[in-house]
């Protein structure tokens, strides 16, 4: 029986902010719960180490609701935040199924046991906000690990209730000589209080008074006690038990790959261990080198051989005047998809870079010194998955030094990949045959104006803006930098256009291709012919950086169509074009457009025979683009 003195408690709001079950910590991890969990919670174990390697552990069991700690008390909290969130459906649904759960006899529930070992444990020490228990426990939005540790946000640990279908978690370790620490923690939503009728915040604890933790074991409920130094992590109503075991496997895979193989990290799930003996094996059985690494599905396997083989594979080594001593090691395969995964000293994957080249290849950029270090844990955001100069958590402005180390990351990829594919330095990628069409040269200092201007940073020249009052923060932002300059209209003869006849393309300031491009009309479509109607289109691109230092692609299309029509789209390269996945399109006003892949589906000139756009790509590669338009089916 757990000890009358231990209970659930939130403190009231003091007439101060409310919150409602939209957490924002929580919810930055919502869609993939497996995904995000084995990452953030193999981060932290790295972090903990003691001795290399770590080991984690993964068990599912199932117990009855009614056998956690108090179940009449939190059952009566899930009643209260149910009534309180009336007008809100979804959350009036989760809180009342939690409330349901925990009735009358019960019912059987998940938990998800997260143990590691070889780690310090979650060190207490009362009163010190720096310890590890503080930090996991009571803070958010801060983190207190070492300079070159996995994390500096402080917001990972909102995967572990992202995981929980009662968004409650326990915590149970031992570290020291002998010491110990348990405590459960909710995430919930404000409520009032039935005996003191306050409204109390969203966040508790289960323990003593005061939100206080237990530090004698005698006290910790038995189900929950811990043997050895380590931390046990239990996540009370774990959502994914179907294929838990598959899910959270092909994520330590696809993220930890490295720090397995390094001997850093060993991962047991449901009783299956992963080590740096098994690891290709474990590889093999889920993926296969000829499959094609996509955001949806992801193939760890191609990075993993370019990192290990002794054959064929190409190592560029460079010391970096801000990150210090870099390595690229690529491999090529005509099944490889172009891209470029990117690693510290925590031995987990960070980020994936495309990379366009026509030579297929694999590679794995890795930064192992404490210096280089230090400054890519700054770079990091939240979920762990890209270094920007802009994600700094203690800077507004980007440091200097971070803007040069994501330079240098750029530089040294592409610069070595260039020689991969024996371009010279400084040699750009072009269609074959643009440059007659383009007399100006590129400058990628131009931003794409209102949808009748293109104006260049630093000739500061106020104009009217014919929508008046309409005009927002950010169109007011870009106006302080436009100018009257107007795109020009040619007429040129082009190779797709009928004999006799020419048509009209962009010639405007920036960076990109234009003209005049008839798409091919056959398409072969599993092993087929296919006739599809190919429509002319005037297009002219430019390719700037975007205030969050992203490129955005920018493209002026017109077309007398009186249909829909799809458009492809494709990047220039040295002897051809590729297709390119797009990550994100809408017009110039912020309406989306529809995206498959490398098309912009079911594109309407029929009311207005111009499109001015913008996409993201996968790749923060400027590209010259070359598009093709047919009739949409």
Request: charge should be negative; aromatic fraction near 10%; hydrophobic fraction near 30%.
């Amino acid at each position: 029986m757990t000890d009358s003195r231990l209970k659930y408690e939130f403190a009231p709001t003091g007439g101060g902010d409310e919150t409602g079950s939209n957490d924002p910590v929580t919810s930055t991890f919502k869609g993939d719960c497996s995904y995000h969990l084995a990452r953030e919670t193999l981060q932290n174990i790295i972090d903990a180490a003691i001795k290399f390697p770590v080991k984690a552990h993964f068990e599912l069991f199932t117990m009855n609701s009614c056998e956690l700690p108090q179940p009449d008390q939190l059952r009566k909290i899930f009643e209260e935040c149910w009534r309180y969130v009336r007008g809100a459906p979804r959350a009036q649904d989760f809180f009342k199924k939690a409330w349901e759960d925990l009735g009358p006899g019960g019912i059987q529930i998940h938990i998800l046991k997260i143990s590691d070992f070889n780690t310090r444990g979650m060190v207490y020490k009362e009163g010190d906000k720096q310890c590890d228990y503080h930090s996991f426990m009571k803070a958010v939005g801060s983190s207190f690990k070492p300079t070159s540790g996995g994390g500096s946000w402080g917001l990972g640990k909102g995967s572990y209730f992202a995981a929980s279908s009662y968004r409650t978690i326990f915590i149970s370790s031992m570290y020291g000589d002998d010491k110990y620490v348990f405590q459960g923690k909710l995430r919930l939503s404000s409520h009032i209080d039935i005996e003191s009728r306050e409204i109390m915040q969203g966040n508790g604890s289960f323990g003593f008074p005061g939100q206080k933790p237990v530090t004698d074991p005698n006290l910790v409920p038995e189900i929950f006690k811990r043997e050895e130094q380590g931390t046990d992590i239990y996540i009370v109503g774990f959502e994914e038990s179907g294929k838990w075991e598959e899910l959270i496997t092909k994520s330590v895979l696809n993220n930890f790959w490295p720090a397995i193989y390094k001997h850093m990290l060993e991962v047991t799930i449901g009783g299956e261990e992963i080590n740096s003996e098994n690891l290709e094996q474990k590889l093999k059985k889920f993926y296969s080198l000829d499959d094609p690494d996509t955001d949806k599905n992801p193939n760890p396997f191609p990075y993993y051989y370019a990192y290990t083989t002794s054959q064929n594979r190409k190592i560029f080594e460079k010391e970096l005047p801000v990150l210090g001593k870099t390595q690229l090691y690529v491999l090529e395969n005509d099944c490889f998809s172009n891209r470029v995964v990117c690693f510290r000293s925590t031995g987990m994957i960070i980020q994936k870079l495309l990379k366009l080249s026509t030579r297929k290849y694999a590679a794995v950029f890795e930064c192992d010194n404490e210096k280089g270090n230090q400054i890519l844990q700054r770079m990091e955001n939240p979920t762990h998955n890209e270094w920007r100069s802009h994600n700094d958590p203690d800077h507004i402005k980007p440091s200097k030094e971070l803007v040069n180390a994501e330079k240098e990351i750029n530089s040294f990829i592409k610069d070595n990949l260039r020689r991969l594919t024996k371009l010279d330095e400084g040699e750009t990628l072009s269609i074959k045959g643009l440059e007659k069409y383009l007399g100006i040269p590129a400058d990628e200092n131009y931003v794409f104006g209102t949808p009748f201007e293109i104006a260049k940073i630093g000739e500061l020249q106020e104009i009217e803006d014919e929508r008046g009052p309409e005009l927002g923060k950010q169109d007011r932002d870009r106006r302080e930098v436009r100018t009257k300059l107007k795109p020009v209209m040619q007429t040129v003869e082009t190779k797709e256009a009928e004999e006799g006849k020419g048509d009209e393309f962009f010639v405007g300031e920036g960076e990109g291709d234009g003209g005049y491009r008839e798409s091919e009309e056959i398409l072969v479509e599993g092993g087929g012919i296919k006739r599809r109607v190919a429509i002319p289109i005037n297009y002219r691109t430019f390719a700037p950086k975007n205030l969050n230092k992203e490129t955005e692609h920018l493209f002026i299309i017109r077309s007398k169509s009186s249909k829909k029509i799809d458009i492809e789209v494709r990047a220039a390269v040295d002897d051809g074009t590729l297709p390119v996945s797009i990550k994100q399109a809408e017009d110039i006003n912020g309406n989306p457009l529809k995206v498959d892949g490398y098309w912009i589906k079911a594109v309407d000139f029929r009311v207005n025979d111009e499109l001015r756009a913008k996409i993201k790509f996968e790749t923060d590669e400027k590209l010259a683009l070359n598009l093709r338009a047919y009739e949409h089916k």
